[in-house]
């Protein structure tokens, strides 16, 4: 089962992982390919990248200028740029690399509403997991504040982005309303269960792990870098997320059911991916 996963994040579009036919379902799902200006990727095995020169070149072929930033491994803008060379795709827009390094947390992308972290995670080649946190927000301004203290547009503009005036004499807190709550959703990419994992998302209001097998196949598990569904579930109560989605399995399984029941046992706020698959937080 291929890896690919697109997220509206406050109407900018992110991509991670690129698996095959991830144009195909893309298009399938009305993404629109010119809104998505970074692309996430956790490592390198085939089920996870494959699907990326082509995504690419399509991106080409309709005439896009802007530029395209690919976060992921090392490896990953040697190989991409090979095999756009060997078959012949000359770009008519840039590519930025950004390098999460092995082993390491790196704030991989920030704007003003939410931060995108890359974390490690534990496989079989240097692999990473991503988490998009919304920014803290203030809410409305009190109007009797506003006529009180003859607030300016530009100070209830800092006094709802989080910022002091008046040299620190007015804070937002003591004349704004409580923001929304804040959203947050962790991808943790093909991984054994470990403590890294389970610190990284902590606190998540959705978490879609890797569930390669059922706990029959723990041993195999193990060797090949993956999960069990129940050790999925126990990293979300562990890490005390909000929901959890189940994905990665098996090919061997055509029946999916004692591997979701597997994991509600545990952690009963958990649903299966599905290709098309929507998520709304």
């Known amino acids: ?30 993404v629109p390919f010119s809104k998505i200006h970074h692309v996430f990727v956790s490592h390198m095995h085939g089920d996870h990248v494959l699907g990326l020169p082509g995504l690419i070149g399509s991106m080409n072929l309709l005439g896009r200028k802007e530029a395209l930033t690919l976060h992921g491994p090392e490896a990953l803008e040697g190989w991409l740029m090979e095999n756009l060379r060997l078959t012949a795709t000359h770009l008519q827009f840039q590519l930025n690399f950004e390098v ?3 082993g ?23 692999t990473h997991g991503f988490r998009v946190d919304e920014l803290p927000r203030m809410g409305s301004i009190r109007r009797a504040a506003i006529a009180d ?8 503009r800092l006094l709802k ?33 470990s403590t890294q994992v389970v610190e990284a998302v902590t606190g998540a209001t959705c978490l879609y792990h ?45 029946d999916l059911t004692p591997l979701l029941a597997e994991a509600q046992a545990i952690f009963p706020s958990t649903t299966l991916a599905s290709d098309g698959m ?4």
């Open 104 to 126: 390491e947390v790196r704030w991989a992308w920030e704007q003003s509403t939410f931060r995108i972290t890359a974390f490690p995670v534990q496989h079989r080649i240097p």
């Open 100 to 102: 999460n390094p092995p």
């Open 1 to 30: 089962m291929t890896t690919a996963q697109a997220l509206n994040v406050h109407e900018r579009w992110f991509l991670f992982d690129a698996g095959e036919g991830v144009q195909v379902s893309l298009r399938r799902h009305k």
């Open 149 to 156: 203290l003859g607030l300016s547009f530009e100070e209830i």
């Open 161 to 193: 982005s989080g910022r002091a005036i008046r040299n620190g004499g007015v804070q937002p807190e003591e004349v704004c309303d409580a923001g929304p709550p804040i959203r947050s959703y962790a991808f943790a990419a093909d991984t054994r269960p």
């Open 210 to 254: 890797e569930a390669t097998f059922k706990t029959d196949l723990a041993a195999r598990a193990r060797e090949t870098g993956h999960s069990t569904a129940e050790q999925a579930a126990r990293v979300a109560v562990d890490a005390r997320v909000g929901r959890l989605v189940l994905g990665h399995f098996s090919s061997r399984y055509r």
């Open 278 to 281: 929507k998520i709304l937080l």
